[in-house]
């Protein structure tokens, strides 16, 4: 079965920093882009910018640019998305989402069950 | 703000048939890039719709139907049930700079 599993719920504080992970099995991890997409509470989706594995070519959306890193590690099959500072606007659903295949432009078919990350003093 | 615009709400009766529209620009769907369409019903994970376009994944009923032209894409969903209700979201990419996947704002179905 294809899938991906994402790490746990994480409560932290101000200024803390964070790395949650996604990691994929039953497909070529490497031949797929992988997305990172934060839903804040009752908000829509927005995809902070994706990677792929297979040569770490990472592309982030503007406004998530030097706020976050995405990295990868194929001999783990997983992916992160790591803060160094976080802050209260980064409480959010974090999901990650595999494309159908190779191209930047695909849908993400294979969705993470989400990660709920809690920035509170 | 989102870079794909879609209205914020659309509502039917059980039965009737509702449309979605997602507009972008000449940097996204106007540069021919697909779109695809993601359904979310309340407390759970993104669901894909449909892809490049208007093509629907494999157990994704025939009632759902998207088209695109121009800078511009629609989702069609004929039959409307009370499990149809939930948010909808179209996703594309923005070959400015160096690319980026972009969503619209989603807009909320309500089945009347």
């Known amino acids: 079965e294809v899938q991906l599993v994402q790490s746990g719920a994480e409560v932290k504080k101000p200024g803390e920093s964070l790395k949650i992970s996604c990691k994929g099995s039953g497909y070529s991890f490497t031949s797929h882009w992988i997305g990172w997409v934060r839903q804040m509470p009752g908000k829509g989706l927005e995809c902070m910018g994706i990677i792929y594995p297979g040569d770490s070519d990472t592309r982030y959306t503007p406004s998530f640019q030097g706020q976050v890193t995405i990295s990868a590690d194929k001999s783990f099959s997983t992916a992160y998305l790591q803060w160094s500072s976080l802050q209260a606007s980064d409480t959010a659903i974090y999901y990650c989402?595999?494309?159908?295949?190779?191209?930047?432009?695909?849908?993400?078919?294979?969705w993470g069950q989400g990660t709920i990350v809690t920035v509170s003093s | 703000q989102s870079v794909l615009t879609q209205p914020p709400s659309v509502s039917g009766a059980p039965g009737q048939r509702v449309t979605i529209s997602c507009t972008g620009s000449?940097?996204?769907?106007?540069?021919?890039?697909?779109v695809h369409w993601y359904q979310q019903l309340p407390g759970t994970t993104p669901k894909l719709l449909i892809s490049?376009?208007?093509n629907r994944p494999s157990g994704v009923p025939d009632r759902f139907s998207g088209s695109k032209s121009g800078t511009s894409a629609s989702l069609a969903i004929t039959g409307l049930q009370a499990e149809d209700e939930g948010d909808y979201y179209c996703?594309?990419?923005?070959?400015?700079?160096?690319?980026?996947?972009?969503f619209g704002g989603g807009t909320k179905l309500t089945v009347l």
């Open positions: 490049d376009d208007s």
């Open positions: 996703q594309s990419y923005d070959s400015s700079l160096r690319g980026r996947v972009v």
């Open positions: 989402a595999r494309s159908v295949g190779a191209t930047a432009s695909d849908a993400f078919d294979i």
């Open positions: 000449s940097s996204d769907i106007g540069a021919g890039h697909d």
